[in-house]
């Protein structure tokens, strides 16, 4: 608990500091994720106040003797109505600033606050936590370490069942029944199996299409330990691989490669999104990468930093990211290959544990 408590204070005053420079005395947080990470509370409601000297937890009656047991190192308030407690809590406590979450407050929630506080109180925070969570500490790595095993072992367990005649659905399901057997929370995502022409579908839905031979088949899965998710992709072949798969295949191999190669404290994600993308592009296959290179993956499978041409963020030690390149043929078949990674000084090391080279099954 000690080590744990200590964590949590890191956390906070990494925030704290920066209050004069935000000119705040407070900050608001209402994204449960974000809760998590601060305070330890695994519940699905309640705010947390962070101050100047301590942080506030506000639940309601479900969850107060679960937040007392989880995050020890706040104030735990109950309230019976959100609203009076958050404008509560800060009156009480003499806030006169306070910053908040402004991707994650409802316009209908930001309105009744607003009217029942001083006018210039709450202050929209964005670009000041965008990268609250990007940068993973040595527990937060271990826990995503634990939810790659669990997954490599679940599919490792599925991928005899990959045969033709067998739907979609039928492996997703095995696959998320496996992945919880072995102790995954839930899953990641909605796990995809899209073969064939669904194959050429980034986000395919698994349906009762029944594979066949020759058939590509896109794996994307990830499972979940302590919060923390998984998220790998791979791409199979069943029986035999045509000149056109090998060599789209391989290009997908080499971008990914590329861009795994070029991780690195202090590269810029747009960089790594070139790389892999000017690979697909010289072979001619531009149009059909249709998704950025990768993103940030912890607490949520879909968090900052982003790999992308749009973005503006640069690579930190810590920082765990996925390698996703893509093509995608409309009418044949897509093949996707992604790894995670974990971001180091002078490169990176590659968490997912299942091997990319073409496998045919």
Same mark, same amino acid.
Request: net charge negative.
């Given at each position: ?148 095993? @669990?997954?490599? +072992? *679940?599919?490792?367990?599925? !991928?005899?069942?990959? &045969?033709? =005649?067998?739907?979609? #659905?039928? %492996? ?78 391989? @290009?997908?191999? +080499? *971008?990914?490669?590329?861009? !795994?190669?070029?991780? &690195?404290? =202090?590269?810029?994600? #747009?960089? %790594? ?89």
């Amino acid at each position: 608990m000690g080590g744990e408590a200590t964590v949590y204070r890191q956390r906070l005053a990494r925030l704290q500091k920066r209050f004069p420079h935000l000119g705040i005395d407070a900050v608001l947080f209402f994204e449960m994720k974000n809760i998590r990470y601060l305070t330890g509370f695994t519940g699905s409601d309640g705010v947390f106040i962070l101050l100047p000297d301590k942080g506030v937890l506000l639940v309601d009656g479900r969850y107060i003797t679960q937040a007392g047991e989880e995050a020890p190192q706040s104030e735990v308030v109950q309230y019976r109505d959100k609203i009076g407690g958050i404008v509560s809590a800060l009156g009480e406590r003499g806030v006169k600033r306070a910053g908040f979450e402004a991707a994650s407050l409802s316009v209908e929630l930001h309105e009744k606050l607003r009217g029942k506080l001083a006018p210039g109180l709450l202050i929209p925070l964005t670009e000041a936590l965008t990268g609250l969570r990007s940068v993973k500490d040595g527990q937060e790595v271990l826990l995503l370490r634990k939810a790659v095993d @669990i997954a490599t +072992d *679940a599919l490792l367990q599925v !991928i005899g069942l990959m &045969r033709p =005649g067998v739907e979609e #659905r039928t %492996i997703a399901l095995e696959m998320d029944y496996r992945m919880r057997a072995l102790g995954s929370e839930e899953t990641s995502f909605s796990t995809i199996v899209a073969s064939g022409i669904n194959a050429a579908l980034p986000h395919a839905r698994p349906g009762s299409r029944k594979l066949e031979d020759g058939d590509a088949v896109v794996m994307d899965f990830g499972a979940v330990h302590g919060g923390y998710r998984s998220d790998e992709t791979c791409t199979f072949v069943l029986g035999r691989a045509d000149a056109k798969f090998r060599e789209v295949y391989a @290009i997908v191999k +080499d *971008a990914h490669d590329r861009a !795994i190669e070029a991780v &690195r404290a =202090g590269a810029a994600c #747009r960089e %790594i999104d070139r790389i892999a993308r000017q690979v697909i592009d010289k072979n001619g296959y531009g149009p059909h990468f249709s998704h950025g290179t990768g993103h940030g993956v912890g607490l949520d499978v879909h968090e900052a930093p982003r790999l992308s041409a749009l973005s503006d963020q640069v690579l930190e030690t810590g920082m765990v990211v996925t390698v996703e390149p893509g093509i995608y043929l409309p009418g044949l078949w897509g093949v996707r290959i992604e790894d995670m990674v974990l971001v180091k000084e002078n490169g990176c090391d590659i968490l997912t544990k299942m091997s990319k080279e073409l496998k045919i099954l």
